[in-house]
């Protein structure tokens, strides 16, 4: 093994929060080595956010097209898939990395290509493609950015079953006549949507009693039912027990709980996720190797000053921007912390990642739209905060009947009534993936009711909803 | 004349303005009459907002299409300018209010169609379609509720050319082979785009330096290259000194100042708005037929603690949101004062309309939409704020450029440099109509910009692009 080649910042993995630590360390003026062993821009630019939604992007067009007059009669018909999945491939960069490498060369950070290990206190062990070993010492900081892997669960007969995981579902090239899904999350939905539309047959196999279980109820049953309308079939309260696939292309069979079986041409596994945190030499610093890596709100790991673990793999909001809002926060508390100037590390302060407990976003690009932040009303309450939920149905706001003929959505808004701020909001519909920025600065700004009152919605935007929630609220 | 008809509340003028008040003070218990001379839902019902947008969203919804994978050769071709006037229609009630009569029974409003006119102090004489005369009188408050007309210049040969204003141009019929617009403001670059995609060649005379010019100037300028490649024609600082028109039905002349001439088939006049004051009986206490009224904070008429203005007619903001925003705060105050409660009209009080002057927004249903709200640069620095503009391109944030292929656009956020909070911000780019609220929310919130660091917005949403902003202004 070579001599260790000092950086003030190493970061382990090279995604979209591991990216954006290097991206402010750098900004600071710190030396920085970013470490990947696949191809940087990590999950998200290759197998997750950014090729699904080219896959969904088509789907939600063509929705909304046939739901204007004058136009329905044009987008009838499958989706040209051929076309749709040579766009997914130029979005991935034919699963290439050249343009985030120019990206890295333009902030100066260095990169190492190949497995990264911890290797003690504030030193890592890169191990190339082509075999050869590289220390790296860091003055200040390491940083685990490994982010996650789709969680296969240990069922028999699974593992030799070839299922497609997000990779395969966000990532394959033909269309399978019948697509059997298991899982209810964001993955399970999204891929239901897109490939249904695609021209599968598809089947959603749920165990729990709805789609997206994380988000107010209504937001899974509107999903749910447009996925039915559109031909697909949504099954709740259903557990696998069993999976058979005989040969390398044949037909897969899902034995469920009671013994019914189902036969799919494709089989996604869409159960969860676990951190790639298994191989990373955790166990060098006292961790334990496969587990989650917890941290302070500035993403520092208890009791190691110089370890920090930011997206995924910290657990605490599996989601690329709020991966990146880590990682942001972090590299600031590194290069104060560098320069020994004092943190701010308060609630809403500069070197507290505050937003992933109290107004987590997120958008999922079915057909309707889902989007939300901050608590839902059963986490409110179950907060202790004293709380009401104001909905509203979408439908009647003028600007969304405009919008879309027929449209069906809803909306909610949690409001803490000792305070009178918003605690969180979902809206769900045509569109309202960008509805929830605006409940995002409510809730982050913890702007009053009162105030809110003044904020206007133009009229007719789908946004209007936003005075007849506060209307009912006010009575 | 009859006896009056004493009612605690006598609101002139039944558009969306009129029956916010009238919805307000029936809340709080006061008998309110509305007295309308054509249809109750007002120009935004019939002949503006709603059949413009009618008529806009299939162009933008069509445009959008063309922009995804697989759905491109489907929705070439003209609009089915048949289905679209139809759908149209449909949204204006085929112009006949009867929807508004059953919300005007539900809150217990008295409806009186006829020509309303003020008669003195707190009296209001109407003149019904048939003749019949009744007189009103206000325990406490006559509202005026009349709004606006098109203004059509007093240009030789224009009145006897039949030309349209934003009614014709929201209620026609049928496709004019050629449009000619005179104007260069919302109503002008609206109806270019509807008019194109419908099937005019539509010519757009700009006697200013560009299109939207109350927005940021980019703003016009994206519309305006949009409608070129589109096909329209788009001439800015022409001025237009006569109009020629025989007979009928032919085609219709416009002479340039310089002498050069241009022929349509039809003429739209958008240059402007005149209040409907010339005959609603201001002389009878003491105010000027044909003026705008102008109003305090809380919508009343100086020295008329009577009386009160609310929607255009008092020239704060001539948008239906904001008249029915106004209408909220004059409700409010007249069922306080009514009630001798003390009234808040401190800057964002509940009596006191503060967003139309700080955080007016505004959303244009343009190919692309272009969104505002707040100041822009040119207004802020007038206003003597020490400022500094944030401009992102559109384009470059992966929501957009996943949303449409080849998206055009750009945002500005205007920021308060003493204060450190937004002043405004604007957005241009297909479905930037939907961004404006967060922005809103921001400016009248005077959310921190250090604060709305936490406000993340969902990967990969358009408004994605306020990270980009603020990582732009932080440096």
Known sequence: MTEAVEYDVVVLGGGPAGENVADRTRAAGLSTALVESELVGGECSYWACVPSKALLRPVLARSEARRVPGLAGAVQGPLDAEAVFAHRDEWTGHWKDD???DWLDSIGAHLYRGHGRLYGIRK???TSPEGE???LSARHAVVVATGTRAMVPDLPGLAGARPWTSREATSARRVPGRLLIVGGSVVAAEMATAWQALGSRVTV???????????ESFAGELVAEALTGAGAVVRTGVSVEAVVRDGSTGPVTVVLEGGETLEGDELLIATGREPRTDDIGLDTVGLTP????????SCRVDGHDWLYAVGDVNHRALLTHQGKYQARIAGAAIAARAAGTELDTARWGAHAATADTAALPQAVFTDPEAGAVGLTLDEAERAGHRVRAVDHDLGKVSGAGLYAEGYRGRARMVVDLDREVLLGATFVGPGAAELVHAATV????????DRLWHAVPSFPTISEVWLRLLETYRG
């Open 99 to 101: 343009g985030q490498l």
């Open 124 to 126: 890592v062990a890169v």
């Open 133 to 135: 070993h590289h220390v």
């Open 205 to 215: 196999l749920v165990r729990g009693s709805r789609l997206l279980p994380r988000m």
């Open 290 to 297: 496969g587990g989650w890596i917890g941290v302070d709100e």
């Open 442 to 449: 409510a809730v982050v700004g913890e702007v009053p009711i």
